[in-house]
C-alpha cells in the first residue's frame, strides 16, 4: 500500500488473470507447494467455508472462504464463489468467483479479481502436486483417467501436461457422452496419448493408474472397492463420488482434516459411519515433510476440500504479475470518506 491519501483499489480482469498465468503451471505448483508448507507449519489463518444455500435453488450454492496466509506472501482475503451446475445447459459455466486480497496492515481491500480462473488454476496446481508426491515410489501413472470431464478436469489435464506428465493413455467417462466428445477434442488439440472415452464408468477406472474425479456429484456413486485392485492413484476432486467401502479400503489423505470432515464429502461420510478419524492417513503436507509414507501396493485417494489460503497465494502472484506488467486498472477514488471528520 502506497504513504498517504486513497489507498489504491485495482480491479482485475478475467482476461488478465489468464494472461498473467498462462503458460506457469511450473511456477503455480511451486507455489501452491508452498502455501500447503506454509498452512502446514500453522503460519496461517484458515477458518471454515461458509455454505449459501437456497430452499428454492437446491442445486445452487455461493461459498465464502477467507483466509489468511504468512510467510512472504502475508496477504488476507476472501474468495466469494458461486455454483449454478443449471448454468452448464445454459451454456455458461458452473462457476463464477471473485477474490478480495486484503491489505496485511491496514486490513484495506486493495484489488478485486476475476476468480473463476484462479479458483481452477490452484485446485488443478494442487492436483498436480498431489499426484506427483503420492506417486513417488511407484511406477509413475502412464494411464490416467478422468471420471467428469468439465473446465475443472480440463485445468487438471493442462496442469499435469504443463508439469511434465506424459500419458500413453487418456480416459474419459461423462455421464454426457456431449460433454465427454467435448473433452476429448480439447484433448486432441492438446496433442495428448491415446484417447478412449468409456461408456462405463468400471472400465475407466480398471484401465487407469492415475485416476481423475471432477463430477458434480453429489451423493457417492462409485462403490465396488473391486474396481480399485490395480490400486490406482485417486485425485478425487469433487469429493463425494466414492462410496465408504473405497476410502477404508485405501490410504486416505486430504488438505485438511478439519476441512474436509464436513458438508457430507466421501470423508466426512466415513467419519460419520465409523465414528473415528483413524481410516485417514494424514495431509498433503504430512506426505510431503516425510511424516506420513504412502505404501506403493494401496490405493491411494487425495481428497482436497480447497482451501482458501491456495486462492490467495495464486490471487496474491496475479497481483504481483499484472502490478510489474504496469497494467493495473486502479478506480480511482474507490474509498472516498477518508478524513475522520470530513473536509
Ligand atoms: N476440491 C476442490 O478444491 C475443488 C475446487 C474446484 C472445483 N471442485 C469440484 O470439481 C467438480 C467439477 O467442477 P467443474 O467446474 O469441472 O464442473 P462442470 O459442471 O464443468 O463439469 C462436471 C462434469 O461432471 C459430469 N458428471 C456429473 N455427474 C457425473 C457422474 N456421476 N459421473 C460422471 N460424470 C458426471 C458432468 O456431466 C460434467 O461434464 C465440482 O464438483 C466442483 O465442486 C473442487
Known amino acids: 500500500m502506497t504513504g498517504t491519501g486513497a489507498p489504491p483499489f485495482a480491479v482485475i480482469s478475467g482476461a488478465q488473470v489468464r494472461d498473467a498465468l498462462r503458460g506457469r503451471e511450473r511456477q503455480i505448483t511451486e507455489l501452491v507447494e508452498e502455501t500447503y508448507r506454509i498452512h502446514g507449519v500453522g503460519d496461517s489463518v484458515n477458518p471454515p467455508s461458509y455454505f449459501l444455500r437456497f430452499p428454492d435453488r437446491p442445486s445452487a450454492r455461493i461459498i465464502a472462504l477467507p483466509a489468511s496466509i504468512g510467510g512472504k506472501l502475508r496477504v488476507d482475503g476472501l474468495k466469494w464463489i458461486s455454483s449454478f451446475p443449471e448454468n452448464v445447459a445454459a451454456g455458461i459455466p458452473r462457476a463464477s468467483a471473485v477474490l478480495i486480497l486484503n491489505d496485511h496492515d491496514t486490513g484495506y481491500p486493495f484489488a478485486c479479481l476475476e476468480s473463476s480462473i484462479i479458483s481452477a488454476t490452484r485446485t488443478a496446481a494442487s492436483a498436480a502436486v498431489a499426484a506427483d508426491w503420492l506417486s513417488r515410489g511407484r511406477p509413475r501413472p502412464a494411464r490416467v483417467g478422468f471420471f467428469g470431464t468439465g473446465l475443472i478436469a480440463r485445468y487438471i489435464h493442462m496442469f499435469l501436461a504443463g508439469t511434465g506428465w506424459l500419458f500413453d493413455e487418456i480416459g474419459v467417462h461423462d455421464l454426457s457422452a ?32 492415475l485416476v481423475v474425479f471432477a463430477t458434480v456429484a453429489g451423493e457417492p456413486h462409485v462403490s465396488d472397492p473391486s474396481w480399485f485392485e490395480h490400486h490406482p492413484v485417486v485425485l ?26 464436513k458438508a457430507s464429502t466421501s470423508p466426512h461420510l466415513v467419519e460419520q459411519l465409523t465414528g473415528s478419524r483413524d481410516f485417514l492417513a494424514g495431509t498433503l503436507d504430512d506426505v510431503m515433510a516425510g511424516r506420513v509414507t504412502v505404501p506403493p501396493d494401496r490405493t491411494v485417494v487425495f481428497s482436497p476440500f480447497g482451501l482458501g489460503v491456495l486462492d490467495l497465494a495464486v490471487g496474491k502472484y496475479v497481483y504481483d504479475e499484472v502490478t510489474r506488467a504496469g ?11 477518508l478524513s475522520r471528520y470530513g473536509r
Not at 486416505?252 to 474436509?260: A, F, K, P, R, S
Not at 497494467?327 to 470518506?337: G, P, R, S, T
Open 236 to 261: 478425487h476432486v469433487s469429493l463425494r463420488d466414492l462410496a465408504p467401502e473405497i476410502l477404508l479400503a485405501s490410504v486416505n489423505l486430504v488438505d485438511d482434516v478439519e476441512h474436509c470432515l
Open 327 to 337: 497494467e493495473l486498472h486502479v478506480i480511482d477514488d474507490f474509498f472516498h470518506e
Open 178 to 209: 456431449e460433454h465427454a466428445a467435448g473433452f476429448r477434442g480439447y484433448l486432441e488439440k492438446a496433442g495428448s496419448g491415446r484417447i478412449t472415452v468409456y461408456e462405463d464408468a468400471e472400465q475407466l477406472i480398471r484401465s487407469s493408474d
